[in-house]
């Protein structure tokens, strides 16, 4: 109720600030005018009646600045002025408006654009893994290079059939793969992966299957053809 | 008045206004003469700090306004108590005697 109230009375005053200020006015014209009067029937000249009324209401702007000042509508009244200021000397000087609209809308792009491919890659989880948290990678390290190397495929047989802790183990490699289209070959890169990682990963396909034991028979090779849908 | 007026004490403006106004819808200068009359001329109230003071006590419902036409054709502006403003000075009234007896216990005592 109170709040309500708040929020009325301060969008009045924001909305109609002449209105807001006289009622201001003339509550304190009134109360001066009450407080010469009751002097005079103290006995007092008139005009000393006003002087001591005068002296102790104080000046009448000064009052009413105090009352304004102490509503809230206040402040958002001085952030709407300095807002129109600001426009305006923006406008202005439109060399130096367009140069910081540039500056900030590429500054703005280009973290947006780090963001968001920082989130994908090293906050988001592996989309559609079951569970990416238990998900581990092993690399082969050779001691005389710096940096891993690639495992044969008999390495990834014997970790494989080794692996203990692991409730599965599947690999993965790279290849230049043509895809042909109506006639015309694409060369791209694409991934070559043993016949179970998708169900080490825990991927379900929407539609469809992925690949059957049977069809992981030849190590290292894939299909000669794939028909894309 | 051989002894000179001070301003309210501090935090029981409101309490006074709400008592003055529970008596009759008053505007702002029949508030301060009452505060000062009744008080004896011991309070003073400053007109400005009567003026924020109504603003923010019609804000928060204690007090409504009401502009009414006087006889020399001036508007006045008329306060009167709501129900939370008569809640609020049973409230207040009630606070400021703890606290009035516990300074005056404090000061009476001895050694």
Redesign the interface.
């Known amino acids: 109720?109170?709040l309500w109230?708040?929020l009325t009375?301060?969008a009045r005053g924001l909305t109609n600030e002449r209105q807001s200020s006289r009622?201001?006015s003339?509550?304190?014209?009134?109360?001066l005018?009450?407080?010469v009067a009751?002097n005079i029937a103290n006995g007092m000249s008139p005009d000393d009646a006003r002087r001591t009324a005068l002296r102790?209401?104080?000046n009448i702007t000064?009052?009413r600045e105090?009352?304004r000042a102490?509503?809230w509508e206040n402040t958002v009244a001085t952030l709407l002025t300095d807002a129109r200021y600001s426009l305006r000397m923006l406008r202005r000087s439109p060399v130096f408006t367009s140069v910081v609209v540039l500056v900030i809308s590429l500054g703005v792009g280009a973290v947006t654009t780090i963001f968001s491919a920082a989130n994908a890659f090293l906050f988001k989880p592996l989309p559609g893994a079951s569970d990416p948290s238990r998900l581990v990678g092993i690399d082969r390290i050779e001691t005389a290079a710096n940096g891993g190397t690639q495992a044969t495929y008999p390495f990834y047989t014997f970790v494989r059939d080794r692996a203990q802790t692991l409730s599965g183990v599947a690999a993965w490699g790279k290849t230049d793969l043509t895809i042909s289209t109506g006639g015309t070959g694409h060369s791209v890169y694409g991934n070559i992966v043993s016949g179970n990682f998708f169900l080490v990963l825990g991927v379900r396909p929407a539609l469809g299957r992925f690949f059957l034991p049977e069809e992981d028979a030849i190590p290292l090779a894939h299909p000669r053809h794939c028909r894309l849908a | 008045m051989d002894q000179p007026s001070t301003d309210v004490i501090q935090g029981t403006l409101d309490m006074l206004i709400l008592k003055s106004l529970s008596l009759e819808p008053m505007h702002g200068f029949g508030v301060a003469r009452r505060i000062e009359q009744i008080s004896r001329g011991v309070f003073k109230v400053n007109p400005g700090s009567l003026m924020v003071a109504f603003q923010r006590m019609e804000r928060a419902g204690l007090l409504n306004a009401e502009w009414r036409q006087t006889e020399n054709s001036r508007r006045a502006k008329f306060y009167s108590l709501t129900r939370a403003g008569t809640k609020q000075l049973g409230i207040e009234t009630e606070d400021w005697t703890r606290r009035a007896a516990a300074v005056a216990r404090l000061l009476r005592a001895e050694g």
Request: aromatic residues 4%; without cysteine; glycine residues 12%.
């Open positions: 109720m109170s109230r708040q009375r301060g009622d201001i003339d509550e304190v014209q009134h109360y005018e009450q407080s009751a102790e209401v104080g000064g009052v105090t009352v102490s509503l």
